[in-house]
């Protein structure tokens, strides 16, 4: 089995790699276990997610990616190890290519992070591509044309706004507000009102099963459990969905915010392309309830969620390997 190229979704809550011809073959949480004592590797992905909130002092559960980019160095280049070699095979006799989705906003610094990163984990060339173009040709945008497109990428760190024409971005706007941040907006209201504390994965939970962007008139409930902050002992008490709405509207606003300014920045050609053509919206934030409507309804322009929102950026990285010459000119720099 000789895999000669991957595409990598190295996102702040999943970790997605595809190869062309087989798809996505990976997708577990970019989380890594540490030893405190000697500062090693224990484990990677889903095995070290279920150590999150759970590890004892001698083991530390870190995610290394924070708003799209590398905050760990060192823990970062194991993790992209550890999947390259789960990929291609850690005994192999070709290093292969890797194509990494970088947001929008990264500096060169941090781009070469990833870039060296990517190298020393195994590749033999490393390619950074920003996220929106990944996750326009994953979303099955022809960005090649000479017509506008927007993408909405709504990840765990970061969302990505941008413009596409004719294979590069014309007006982009980067907010650093994802799942990760919106989690912790729902734990911060449920502690607050109802004097409970809840770990991520709890309301990571509730994000997923009542969560909704715009009030219901049927509200859903559902039990959570956490510990009372009054009494410290276990408690479990009912929340509705128009309590997450209400929880989660100032993320939400600040992605309308970044989405008004890309509009606000786009060419009148390109925003006529827009208004005939609509907005996709990709990313684990697409699967929220009622998203598109929000933000049909905050700019007066259609909105639609892709097809597999959440592998929109990693199938694009994959696409864009195979044709590597098609789209050479969207992909920045190769080192």
């Known amino acids: 089995m000789f895999i000669k190229k991957i595409g990598i979704d190295l996102g702040t809550a999943n970790t997605l790699v595809y190869v062309p011809g ?20 224990l484990a990677v992905g889903n095995e070290a997610r279920e150590m999150l909130g759970r ?37 192999r006799f070709f290093r292969p290519e890797v194509m990494v989705a970088v947001p929008a906003g990264i500096t060169s610094t941090e781009k070469r992070a990833v870039v060296d990163a990517t190298l020393n984990a195994g590749a033999k060339a490393a390619y950074v591509v920003k996220e929106p173009v990944l996750a326009a040709i994953g979303a099955g945008i022809p960005i090649n044309e000479p017509a506008g497109h927007m993408i909405i990428d709504i990840g765990g760190g970061t969302s990505e706004v941008a413009v596409i024409s004719l294979g590069g971005i014309v007006a982009c706007a980067s907010a650093r507000v994802g799942g990760n941040k919106i989690d912790q907006s729902i734990a911060e209201y449920i502690r607050k009102k109802h004097n409970l504390a809840i770990g991520e994965r709890m309301a990571e939970e509730i994000k997923f099963t009542i969560g909704s962007a715009l009030p219901q008139k049927d509200e859903q409930k559902m039990d959570v459990r956490g510990r009372d902050l009054i009494a410290g002992l276990p408690k479990t008490i009912e929340i509705k969905s128009n309590e997450v709405t209400e929880a989660i509207s100032e993320n939400l606003r600040e992605v309308i915010v970044a989405i008004k300014s890309v509009l606000q920045n786009t060419p009148p050609e390109l ?38 929102p959440l592998f929109c950026v990693a199938k694009g990285a994959g696409i864009a390997l195979e044709h590597l010459e098609i789209y050479k000119r969207s992909v920045m720099s190769k080192k």
């Open 22 to 41: 087989k798809g996505i073959i990976i997708n577990e949480p970019t989380v890594v276990a540490v030893s405190i004592s000697d500062n090693k590797i």
């Open 55 to 91: 590890t004892p002092d001698a083991i530390m559960a870190l995610r290394p990616m924070k708003d799209g980019v590398i905050a760990d160095y060192r823990v970062t280049e194991a993790m992209l190890r550890y999947f390259i070699n789960k990929t291609a095979g850690s005994l």
């Open 271 to 308: 925003s006529a392309d827009i208004i005939d053509r609509g907005m996709i919206i990709s990313g684990g934030g697409a699967l929220l309830r009622n998203m598109p409507e929000l933000i049909e309804k905050a700019t007066g322009v259609a909105c639609y969620a892709a097809e597999n």
